[in-house]
């Protein structure tokens, strides 16, 4: 039989494809944790890919994976797709994606599969890094082409002998390191929110935090002055932040395949971090270096959304992202409140607020008035040219 390795969740769509497809390939199952994960739940999900007829269930650990490559170039570049949403589960998929290929060559796999419809994003992001990184091992997506429902998935996994718990779940939760999305009947709407019960954290503290972050060029290396890795930091403060219920937005966007959609979702590490290094690099950056920065991370996140990663410009954009963070050091004191959070301040050597070049709106130490006239005049030039010449009749 040839040898498919297929993307493996555990849930309906993926354990239909495990079936069916075991049928006529040796199957491999493969689950990459991006975040998430307990081991509990890695141990049950392997469980189940077996009871499905895989030969082999491997789950690849990409965490430290995904902040490198990905997560790290989005806090540098303070990326929120529409100014909301910081990309949680879109960026995880690409690393899904590109491990999953990676595993499929290492054992000379002919095909790969995953449990894609025909009608959202991730079919785009998913067949675009398999068909970019391994031409030649062929893409099977049952689901996408049998356009089957929920009910004929169930009623054949029932007929061979698979008879597990599939009730769809009131909400859809997909957790990982950068947050977790919440899907409802709610968000198929354009009006209705969604209820405080859907969300996965719920408040159980009232009095205000205080924590202290600290970046060193552009990560997060410290909470509370404990030093860890980034990603571990990041989770550190999620636990901080999830106790307050922060992070709670819906996402409104356009799709890949040209339909809107919308989103609900839960990131309060991710929204804490990224604001607060922007506020960082508002003090330690230059204004052009932020206008500049500011137009190419909006590319970045919209090419990474859209299954681009693979792109070399993809590249070029993080090496002008990386550079721009040498400077990016400090401290930024935060607050944590219910559903919300305050950014009271930073601290850094490289502030460039430096008390020696004056007060804004106070004094100046770096300049006369006749200075400043002069200074003043020229600027207004081209103004003034502008509307003597054309005030012409």
């Known amino acids: 039989m040839k040898k498919l390795v297929i993307a493996y969740s555990g849930g309906l769509d993926t354990s239909y494809c495990a079936v069916s497809l075991s049928k006529e390939y040796d199957v491999h199952a493969v689950s990459v944790n991006t975040g998430g994960f307990t081991q509990e739940e890695i141990n049950h999900i392997e469980t189940n890919a077996y009871k499905m007829g895989v030969s082999t269930y491997k789950n690849i650990d990409a965490v430290a994976t995904f902040y490198q490559k990905v997560v790290k170039y989005l806090v540098f570049g303070n990326v929120l797709k529409n100014n909301t949403y910081p990309l949680s589960v879109s960026a995880e998929r690409i690393i899904q994606a590109i491990e999953?290929?990676?595993?499929?060559?290492?054992?000379?796999?002919?095909?790969?599969?995953?449990?894609?419809?025909?009608?959202?994003?991730?079919?785009?992001?998913?067949?675009?890094?398999?068909?970019?990184?391994?031409?030649?091992?062929?893409?099977?997506?049952?689901?996408?082409?049998?356009?089957?429902?929920?009910?004929?998935?169930?009623?054949?996994?029932?007929?061979?002998?698979?008879?597990?718990?599939?009730?769809?779940?009131?909400?859809?939760?997909?957790?990982?390191?950068?947050?977790t999305s919440v899907g409802?009947?709610?968000?198929?709407?354009?009006?209705?929110?969604?209820?405080?019960?859907?969300?996965?954290?719920?408040?159980?503290?009232?009095e205000d935090e205080k924590e202290k972050l600290t970046f060193k060029k552009g990560e997060l290396v410290a909470?509370?002055?404990?030093?860890?890795?980034?990603?571990?930091?990041?989770?550190?403060?999620?636990?901080?932040?999830?106790?307050?219920?922060?992070?709670?937005?819906?996402?409104?966007?356009?799709?890949?395949?040209?339909?809107?959609g919308r989103v609900g979702f839960e990131a309060a590490a991710a929204l804490i971090t990224?604001?607060?290094?922007?506020?960082?690099e508002k003090h330690t950056l230059t204004k052009w270096q932020l206008q500049h920065k500011e137009y190419l991370a909006s590319f970045y996140g919209m090419h990474l959304h859209e299954g681009q990663y693979l792109d070399p410009v993809m590249r070029d954009i993080e090496a002008f992202l990386q550079s721009s963070q040498d400077k990016v050091t400090g401290d930024v004191f935060v607050t944590l409140k219910p559903y919300h959070f305050s950014?009271?301040?930073?601290?850094?050597?490289?502030?460039?607020?430096?008390?020696?070049?004056?007060?804004?709106?106070?004094?100046?130490?770096?300049?006369?008035?006749?200075?400043?006239?002069?200074?003043?005049?020229?600027?207004?030039?081209?103004?003034?040219?502008?509307?003597?010449?054309?005030?012409?009749?």
């Open 100 to 179: 999953i290929v990676e595993y499929a060559k290492s054992i000379d796999a002919e095909y790969i599969a995953h449990g894609s419809t025909g009608a959202g994003n991730d079919q785009v992001r998913f067949d675009m890094i398999f068909q970019t990184l391994a031409p030649n091992i062929k893409i099977i997506t049952p689901i996408r082409d049998q356009k089957l429902t929920r009910q004929e998935e169930i009623d054949y996994l029932k007929s061979n002998g698979i008879d597990m718990s599939w009730e769809k779940a009131k909400y859809s939760v997909n957790k990982g390191l950068w947050g």
């Open 184 to 206: 409802g009947s709610e968000t198929l709407t354009s009006e209705k929110p969604l209820p405080n019960e859907a969300y996965p954290s719920q408040l159980k503290h009232a």
């Open 223 to 260: 909470v509370n002055g404990i030093e860890n890795a980034p990603e571990i930091n990041i989770e550190v403060l999620n636990n901080l932040a999830s106790v307050y219920a922060i992070g709670r937005d819906i996402h409104v966007g356009d799709t890949i395949v040209g339909i809107k």
């Open 343 to 393: 950014l009271d301040g930073i601290s850094s050597k490289h502030d460039l607020m430096s008390a020696k070049f004056g007060s804004y709106g106070e004094e100046n130490k770096a300049w006369t008035a006749d200075d400043a006239k002069g200074f003043i005049k020229i600027l207004g030039n081209q103004n003034k040219i502008y509307q003597q010449v054309n005030s012409i009749k």
């Open 274 to 280: 990224i604001k607060a290094h922007h506020l960082l």
